[in-house]
């Protein structure tokens, strides 16, 4: 790795988190003040109140001194999904002394600062190796790269045969209701978006064969036009943003800047220009941020007046019980709040709208122990090379129930390919070696 200038120090990464924290509020006022691209803050419920401010600083100072923990705890897939998720638990703090939907604003907000705390723990601190005895050879493990890659090629093809549109963004959303895919290939393509390409792109990298690893990312980039996913136009580019990333920093410092840095530069042009329909400030200031968080404001609202799914919008459980519900849930808040179709993570589906806010904090440790298997099957592995090959996670888990990314986006067949994959390429690793778990 080349030493970057912030390689080491836990201060530095102090430094940086609280400048996190800070962007991240910044961003989220101004949200409140412009909007963004087609986006009237009061739709969305944004909103800032001068007399609310003092209260709102006392709430996220507080929530901010939990983000020391990403200041000691070791590098793991359970530290890189974790941030993520304290950015949106961060933003829905803030949003939630602001908002002008009525629920127990005391209660979501108490919750959701208790089931972060309760899903950290394992996600950050669980991290034991599983047992090796099915890890691959190195060559096994360079056949299942281009047997990975054959697959990836096949479930491109077959989705262009369904589907190939150059569509403008703003369109996507429409566009993308219109395609029919076979059910299989539902599957199959978020796996090979989220998982299985950045796998493969990850692990010819550490195998520093460039050729291949850029003919993957060409792969993701013709998905986007098969899927119309956002996450699928924005993934290659954020592949090889990590790839550099690690090249340049340790894991913990990466992962902060990861998200840090597009936040501020979008929110550096919106100042600079003066123009509060910046693409950029859109897509990553609002879309990426602020939507994840505001999904939370609104399962909360909707939920403190309408039956708990108690987890029947998982489909096996639908098919067996009784469910009040016959659409999807993000099918019923476009309906209800005609703000998009919200899809939203485990703290806003397996928890507030499965079993409301008193025991979400309950799931959300659940929850943290499944990333730790992640953590453990990963843990003899370059964190680097867990990072890259890991890269769509953060996003994922961000917008998609637990259940949903763990089978749909693949995050389980992942876990399954760290597990299996051979600790000898420490020797040829993005980053030369496996970082030390201290400081």
Aim: hydrophobic content about 55%; overall charge neutral; glycine content about 6%.
């Amino acid at each position: 790795m080349i030493d970057g200038p912030f390689k080491h120090g836990n201060f530095a990464r102090g430094i940086l988190i609280g400048i996190h924290v800070l962007v991240c509020c910044t961003s989220l006022f101004v949200l409140a003040r412009h909007g963004a691209i087609g986006v009237a803050p009061s739709t969305f419920h944004l909103f800032f109140e001068l007399h609310q401010f003092p209260i709102t600083i006392l709430i996220v100072s507080a929530f901010a001194i939990v983000g020391a923990f990403f200041i000691f705890a070791p590098s793991t897939i359970g530290y890189f999904i974790g941030f993520y998720l304290y950015t949106m638990v961060l933003g829905y703090l803030w949003l939630n002394c602001f908002t002008d939907l009525t629920y127990n604003h005391l209660l979501a907000g108490a919750s959701a600062f208790l089931s972060f705390c309760l899903f950290l723990l394992p996600a950050l601190l669980l991290r034991t190796p599983f047992p090796h005895p099915f890890r691959l050879s190195t060559a096994a493990f360079d056949r299942l790269l281009l047997c990975l890659l054959c697959i990836c090629i096949l479930v491109t093809f077959a989705g262009m045969y369904y589907n190939f549109k150059l569509i403008a963004i703003e369109d996507l959303s429409t566009a993308r209701e219109q395609i029919a895919f076979p059910k299989l290939l539902n599957y199959l393509l978020p796996v090979t978006t989220s998982s299985l390409l950045p796998f493969a792109f990850a692990g010819f990298a550490v195998r520093k064969n460039y050729f291949l690893a850029a003919f993957v990312a060409v792969l993701q980039t013709l998905l986007y036009p098969v899927t119309l996913a956002k996450l699928a136009l924005f993934a290659p580019f954020w592949l090889i943003a990590l790839f550099l990333l690690t090249r340049l920093a340790e894991f913990r410092v990466a992962t902060i800047l990861s998200l840090l840095l597009p936040m501020f530069i979008g929110l550096l042009a919106v100042e600079l220009s003066g123009n509060h329909s910046s693409f950029l400030f859109s897509m990553v200031n609002f879309r990426m941020i602020a939507i994840p968080a505001l999904a939370l404001d609104v399962y909360n609202d909707f939920f403190s007046r309408h039956e708990l799914t108690h987890f029947c919008q998982i489909s096996v459980l639908k098919w067996t019980m009784g469910c009040a519900y016959d659409d999807q849930l993000s099918v019923i808040m476009q309906n209800t709040y005609h703000l998009g179709y919200f899809n939203a993570s485990f703290f806003a589906t397996e928890g507030v709208a499965s079993v409301g806010p008193l025991l979400s904090p309950v799931i959300a440790a659940a929850c943290g122990l499944v990333i730790a298997i992640g953590n453990r099957s990963s843990a003899h592995l370059p964190p680097s090379f867990v990072m890259v090959s890991g890269a769509m996670l953060p996003q994922v888990f961000l917008n998609v129930p637990m259940t949903v990314a763990l089978v749909t986006h693949g995050a389980a067949l992942l876990f399954l390919l760290w597990a299996v994959t051979p600790c000898d390429i420490c020797e040829n690793g993005l980053a030369g070696h496996v970082e030390p778990s201290k400081s």
